[in-house]
């Protein structure tokens, strides 16, 4: 076996990392990548708020602000689906576990989440942490539509529209109504819904329809 120097160093300092460090480094770069976008935050930026030096970021982070830019994605996308999950598992039939997810989702306001998925695109193309972070949407997204599938099983959902359409819907009419917000924050500002009375207007126009009320 040939002894490699630099994949040894890359372990070792993988070992020495301390882990509530690492934590504020992405907690603040989360908090500036969302609020200037990619382009608008350097390493320094994140280093001084952090209070640690320029190297000691590259330290953590040694393939740069992209590593860290995605990891910091990764994380966010991770911490969303775990949350997610334990609220669903703590509710019984399909309609309840599709208000959870729609109220987990409609929770997650970043002011420029768009942007950063634009982001991603744009600056993060050709990374193989990118392939990672849609390998593990790749899976949330079979386990919404693994909810679908059950509703069908169970009788719950009309067995003539595929999971794979219901879930298509649901996540168009959840994006839609983000978009929504992001884009027309004052109109949301003054609305009087919640996020628990959107989740089930979602939930409910997608499962029974919007009824024409008779006049």
């Known amino acids: 076996m ?6 040894a160093n890359i372990d070792k300092r993988q070992a020495e990392r301390d882990p509530e460090t690492q934590r ?33 970021l590259y330290y953590y982070f040694p393939h740069g602000k992209q590593e860290l830019f995605m990891t910091m ?6 911490n969303w689906a775990q949350q997610t999950k334990e609220a669903v598992a703590q509710v019984d039939g399909t309609r309840a576990k599709l208000i959870s997810v729609a109220e987990s989702f409609l929770s997650r306001r970043f002011s420029n989440f768009f942007a950063l998925m634009r982001d991603v695109e744009e600056f993060c193309r050709d990374k193989p942490h990118k392939g990672e972070l849609f ?13 679908f599938q059950q509703g069908i099983d169970t009788g719950e959902l009309r067995a003539e529209v595929p999971a794979s359409t ?3 819907m649901f996540e168009g009419i959840m994006v839609g109504t983000q978009f929504k917000r992001h884009f027309q924050p004052e109109q949301e500002a003054n609305a009087t819904e919640t996020v ?20």
């Open 2 to 7: 040939i002894f490699d120097q630099e994949s």
């Open 73 to 78: 994605v990764q994380q966010s996308m991770e």
């Open 196 to 215: 628990s009375m959107t989740a089930e207007t979602i939930v409910s126009c997608l499962l029974d329809g919007i009824v024409r009320r008779s006049v």
């Open 166 to 168: 219901y879930m298509a």
């Open 24 to 56: 504020r480094i992405l907690a603040v770069a989360e908090r500036l990548f969302l609020t200037r976008g990619f382009k608008g935050v350097s390493m320094k930026d994140i280093a001084d708020e952090v209070q640690v030096t320029a190297a000691a």
């Open 135 to 147: 390998r593990k949407n790749r899976k949330h997204r079979e386990y919404l539509q693994d909810i």
